[in-house]
């Protein structure tokens, strides 16, 4: 069970959009900064968004991500087939370990 | 260019440690803000993460296997190593280390670069 909480699956279809939530709590996600994680088939995770909303340098603008409270959304535009992948959420807790979401599976339809 | 990678045995029998070493390359552990985490994936599952080493040698463990977790860093070799005792089949899974970088707001840390990961299997 993880702290995180995320839907297991999303789908959506070419060029649509489509969010991912990750729900915590005033320990986690409500006091501390969120990233956002892709993670291809069969590849190590990459880093698609820091600080919430920030992208790393070459992650394209279809990504962004929000943060409220105690959760963050994760939004992609113009959905891609190339886009199918597992998708996490993270941050810092205050018991002092980092916490990931259970993941997200996105298919493009 | 930032690189890291992973190395240690791909099978360990239940009840050995296993050590792993993290070799990366483009930063040093030793500027303020620099910090390598160590995360693990089962197959099919999520990512967990195990314990982080920090520039200044501070060290965190996650909660539920710090007693079989130890973490340090050989700043002049450019390495983190991680040894976990007492291994069991359920610790199956992909090792990654990656390089942890600490934003300016407090709370504010990413795993920025990952390594390949290393699968290491548990079993007699």
């Known amino acids: 069970q993880s702290v995180l909480t995320q839907p297991p699956s999303v789908s959506a279809a070419p060029g649509q959009k489509v969010t991912i939530s990750c729900s915590g709590s005033?320990?986690?996600?409500?006091?501390?900064?969120v990233s956002w994680y892709q993670q291809l088939p069969g590849t190590a995770p990459k880093l698609l968004i820091y600080?919430?909303?920030k992208r790393p340098s070459g992650i394209p603008d279809r990504f962004s991500g929000s943060k409220s409270g105690t959760s963050a959304t994760l939004g992609i535009t113009g959905l891609q087939t190339g886009d199918e992948a597992d998708y996490y959420c993270?941050?810092?807790?205050?018991?002092?370990?980092?916490?990931f979401g259970g993941g997200t599976k996105l298919t493009v339809l | 260019q930032v690189t890291l990678r992973e190395s240690g045995p791909a099978l360990v029998k239940p009840t050995q440690t296993l050590t792993l070493t993290c070799t990366f390359s483009?930063?040093?552990?030793?500027?303020?803000?620099?910090?390598v985490s160590w995360i693990r994936q089962p197959p099919g599952k999520a990512l967990e993460w195990l314990a982080r080493?920090?520039?200044?040698?501070?060290?965190y463990y996650s909660t539920s296997l710090k007693t079989r977790l130890t973490i340090s860093k050989d700043t002049s070799k450019n390495q983190v190593v991680l040894t976990m005792t007492n291994m069991d089949p359920v610790d199956t899974a992909t090792y990654y280390c990656?390089?942890?970088?600490?934003?300016?707001?407090?709370?504010?840390?990413?795993?920025?670069?990952w390594g390949q990961g290393t699968l290491v299997t548990v079993s007699s």
């Open positions: 990656a390089r942890t970088r600490r934003g300016d707001g407090s709370g504010s840390y990413s795993f920025d670069y």
């Open positions: 483009g930063f040093s552990l030793s500027t303020s803000g620099m910090c």
């Open positions: 080493i920090d520039w200044d040698d501070d060290k």
């Open positions: 005033s320990s986690n996600i409500g006091n501390n900064y």
């Open positions: 600080d919430n909303n």
């Open positions: 993270g941050t810092w807790d205050s018991s002092l370990n980092w916490v």
